[in-house]
């Protein structure tokens, strides 16, 4: 979560303790901590669901659970929500029904995002290809862009930095990308002073963090979302 009625805004982790009771726990700290029981004026939340596709916006209008087929993982009891990119794309994703439940319920009508979106929209599209990696709580966000578009995406559940390693040298195989060529910028907890960092840039000959600045970087999504939150729900009054 993240605080702005300072001068600077300020982040704050919640850490779950018991992965298979996440929903549980999140649920709860929304019902005890002080600080969520405010009123706010706005209220953005993004996910970082691997239950998603991501489609052109003209099939954003087909039958969510058939265009999540295409999806290995899911949840016994979600919501599906879409987020639309500022290019032309749509991430068709599912989410705790609960968790969505709880979050109207306290602050009435917040803002939902794909992590995946954020993303897209915060980078800048390149001529040549670019690769882009996101890593958000064990959870590796890889984007590739080129001629100024998308062309791949995908997230990853990285438990061990070895997983970091293997799907980004995985993902740049598979799309023919030269690592003494491309371009590769980390955000998110992959910083230069990891260990996975370090041993990542004895493969990719260009690689770098995206900015000097840390703290905005290992929050990256985070002080993103209410920027790329507001376009979108700016794009969903259009249609």
Not at 186 to 206: A, D, M, S
Request: with cysteine.
């Amino acid at each position: 979560m993240k605080d702005q009625t300072e001068k600077a805004s300020k982040v704050s982790h919640i850490k779950v303790t018991h992965l298979n009771r996440w929903e549980t726990e999140i649920i709860k700290e929304l019902e005890i901590n002080l600080r969520l029981r405010r009123s706010f004026d706005e209220v953005y939340v993004a996910f970082v669901s691997s239950f998603f596709n991501l489609v052109p916006q003209e099939f954003s209008t087909e039958n969510p659970e058939v265009l999540l087929n295409f999806s290995e993982a899911e949840f016994e009891d979600n919501q599906i929500l879409k987020s639309f990119t500022a290019k032309d794309s749509c991430f068709v994703y599912g989410t705790s029904s609960a968790l969505i439940q709880k979050l109207k319920e306290l602050y009435g009508n917040p803002v939902f995002t794909h992590s995946g979106q954020v993303l897209m929209d915060s980078v800048d599209k390149t001529e040549g290809p670019t690769v882009y990696l996101n890593l958000i709580h064990h959870q590796l966000e890889i984007l590739v862009t080129a001629n100024q578009g998308i062309r791949f995406y995908n997230l990853f559940e990285t438990p061990t930095g070895e997983d970091i390693l293997f799907f980004t040298l995985f993902a740049t195989e598979q799309l023919g990308l030269d690592t003494n060529k491309v371009e590769l910028k980390c955000y998110g907890e992959l910083l230069p002073n990891t260990k996975v960092f370090q041993i990542l840039k004895k493969y990719v000959r260009f690689m770098s963090a995206a900015m000097k600045d840390e703290e905005f970087l290992g929050n990256f999504t985070l002080h993103n979302l209410s920027k790329c939150a507001s376009s979108q729900a700016l794009s969903e009054a259009k249609k």
